[in-house]
């Protein structure tokens, strides 16, 4: 066999290719019978070595040269043999014109759906980093790919940065070995390395084909036919894609829910079903805890108070533990024209809003700043259709195996609220299949209300489950709890009213109503259950039950009146726009369903609020029929 130098141009009759190894490529990517590009490193008197890429050298034996050469020239070579300690031997490639062409490594991907598969064993993982965080020890980048995340450990000394110039949002491509810790599965970096241009471009497009299939919501038949509920499916479907995308996409979620029977009913169903949904998309155990978090409002709109916290804790996560900005998900809440403060704080951040709600909305308001919004009224719907009975479906698109533990939600949400929806008796009857009569559910729903009250700002995770029976807790303490909580709950109602009733003060109004009023500041305890809100509800079911007449109560403090109405067409909200334009230096501002709601005012200008007030009750027209009894939800 005759050996050329390389470059020569023999007796071939076309081009041939010679192959260019890429810096990374190793033995591996040597075949064996093709021209290699290599360059002259080193001359001994036995031959020359030559590098084909970083890893990647061998020698060259004088005895198969010809000429004579230097350190830094070009060479074409092929493979002669590899000895058993992985040493390589090339001779010269006999090559006439050639056109080169480039190896890149041959990483042949490990999808993180198979890392249990392949503990113990070097692996390739392409994917976006989600999450960078520094512990004492290594740093840990959560990279997501197709199938789903897993936590990469770095180690660079105790609580250094490693590979410092990768940031979340980078696609990289991680060479480690996945090993088990405590109960999850992590990768212990080999290599890191950020892909670039059209490399990082096609594993983006991979990753996102594969979320974007992914994210899609199962296909469930809601438990009960309904038609009105019919019209609000596809955009339960579409807040079901998103939240499900944002779990594939590593992002936290923060849950905020209206602090009552109902809204509890739709965040807790929705918690559980995101956190069995993160565990299945992340390796890391503890990732559902991270990456949810439910708290309830204690007002029915997204106070400041509670966006400026959400806002710290959010920027401190990212701080602290590298995560992205959550998305907020409000439930039973979030709909109104008081919302927009505390929703344009977070719009000066990455922090998706999408709400799920029953409250008279307005969407002129709110529409804009809203990834997603859900309510029954956007279809000529209302109340009726309660955010618990949205909640459980959307939980059960996220997550449907949940839906065993979530038969009986939807009518204690429809009790709490007071929901006159005609699926109410379906949803009644699907309860009781389970073994809840309307009693127990009756019992659920105050003992729900009781334990909000008492939590305030906490959110009481495994106690609400236990109340709402998820998750399949202990049924027997589950039964004593709910009772023990109901009975409480009645008894410190009766002591409130047996103080409160005997102040009372009632008039008949033009329009044939009751009214009656109370002064929940003076006449009845404070700081404790039930609250002016229920205090007020509590008398006016009374008096309901009493008269059988339409009745109007209205509960007020020194700033602040609570209404409840049956059987009146009222429209607080519009009532409440108009006082504010009526009484200049009022402070007027509130809302929350049509007959139920509250208002606040400046103290000084109490009486004239309150006379104003109820002159447009005056006006109100009666009801036909004592049909649209109001949602209980203060
Ligand atoms: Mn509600």
Redesign the pocket.
């Known amino acids: 066999m005759t050996r050329e130098p390389a470059g020569d141009t023999g007796a071939d009759d076309g081009d041939s290719v010679v192959y260019d190894l890429d810096a990374d490529c190793t033995a591996e990517d040597v075949s064996e019978n093709q021209p290699y590009l290599a360059e002259i490193n080193g001359i001994v008197d036995y031959g020359v070595f030559v590098d084909l890429s970083e890893s990647v050298s061998g020698l060259v034996h004088e005895s198969v040269l010809e000429g004579t050469f230097a350190v830094g020239d070009e060479l074409i070579v092929e493979l002669e043999s590899v000895r058993d300690n992985g040493d390589m031997a090339f001779e010269p490639a006999d090559v006439g014109d050639y056109t080169l062409e480039s190896v890149s490594h041959d990483y042949s991907l490990t999808g993180t759906n198979r890392l249990d598969a392949n503990v113990g064993e070097q692996i390739h993982v392409e994917g976006e980093v989600v999450q960078v965080k520094q512990t004492g020890g290594p740093t840990i980048f959560h990279v997501a790919d197709e199938y789903g995340v897993v936590p990469c450990a770095a180690f660079e000394e105790a609580g250094v940065r490693a590979y410092p110039q990768v940031a979340v949002g980078d696609v990289v491509r991680v060479t480690g070995t996945p090993e088990h810790r405590e109960d999850s599965v992590q990768i212990e970096v080999d290599g890191l390395s950020t892909l670039e241009a059209e490399d990082a471009d096609e594993a983006r497009e991979r990753i996102d084909d594969a979320i974007d299939e992914r994210a899609k919501p199962h296909d469930v038949e809601p438990l009960i036919d309904w038609p009105a509920f019919e019209k609000l499916r596809p955009n339960l479907e579409e807040v079901a894609t998103l939240l499900r995308r944002t779990v594939l996409e590593g992002r936290p979620i923060r849950v905020r829910h209206?602090a009552?029977g109902?809204?509890m009913c739709a965040a807790v169903p929705v918690q559980i079903a995101l956190e069995r949904f993160i565990a299945e998309v992340h390796a890391d155990e503890q990732a559902p805890r991270h990456l949810i978090k439910r708290l309830p409002a204690k007002a029915p709109f997204y106070e400041m108070e509670d966006a400026t916290r959400d806002l710290n804790f959010a920027l401190e996560d990212r701080e602290k533990h590298g995560q992205q900005l959550p998305l907020l998900l409000m439930l039973?809440n979030g709909s109104t024209a008081e919302d927009v403060p505390a929703y344009e704080t977070l719009t000066h951040y990455d922090i998706p809003i999408v709400a799920v709600d029953?409250?008279h909305p307005d969407p002129d308001a709110v529409g804009d700043l809203l990834d997603a919004h859900v309510n029954p009224y956007l279809h000529d719907e209302d109340y009726r259709i309660?955010?618990?009975m949205c909640c459980v479906e959307l939980a059960r698109m996220i997550y449907p195996d949940i839906t065993d533990e979530l038969r009986h939600v939807p009518a204690v949400a429809g009790l709490s609220?007071r929901s006159k929806a005609d699926a109410m008796e379906d949803y009644l009857e699907l309860a009781r299949e389970e073994g809840y009569d309307k009693q127990r559910l009756q019992d659920v729903s105050e003992a729900l209300d009781y334990a909000a009250f008492w939590l305030r700002y906490n959110s009481g995770d495994q106690l609400i489950q236990d109340l709402l029976q998820i998750d399949n807790g202990d049924e027997q303490r589950h039964r004593e709890l709910v009772s023990f909580f109901a009975d409480r709950a009645r008894e410190e109602v009766d002591d409130q009213l047996d103080a409160a009733m005997a102040h009372l003060e009632h008039e008949d109004l033009d329009n044939g109503a009751h009214l009656y009023r109370i002064d929940v500041e003076n006449y009845a305890h404070r700081f404790t259950y039930p609250a002016p809100g229920k205090t007020t509800g509590e008398i006016h079911d009374r008096k309901i039950e009493e008269t059988g007449d339409p009745v109007i109560t209205v509960g007020y403090g020194p700033d602040f009146a609570v209404l409840r109405s049956d059987g009146v067409r009222l429209d607080i909200p519009n009532m409440v726009s108009e006082l504010e334009a009526e009484i200049p230096g009022g402070g007027v501002s509130g809302g929350g369903h049509l007959v139920v709601g509250s208002i606040k005012f400046v103290k000084g200008k109490r009486e004239e609020v309150i006379d104003a007030l109820v002159e447009k009750m005056e006006d109100a027209e009666l009801d036909d029929a004592l049909s649209s009894a109001a949602?209980i939800?203060d």
């Open positions: 209206h009552d109902d809204g039973d029953h409250h309660t955010t618990g609220d949602p939800d």
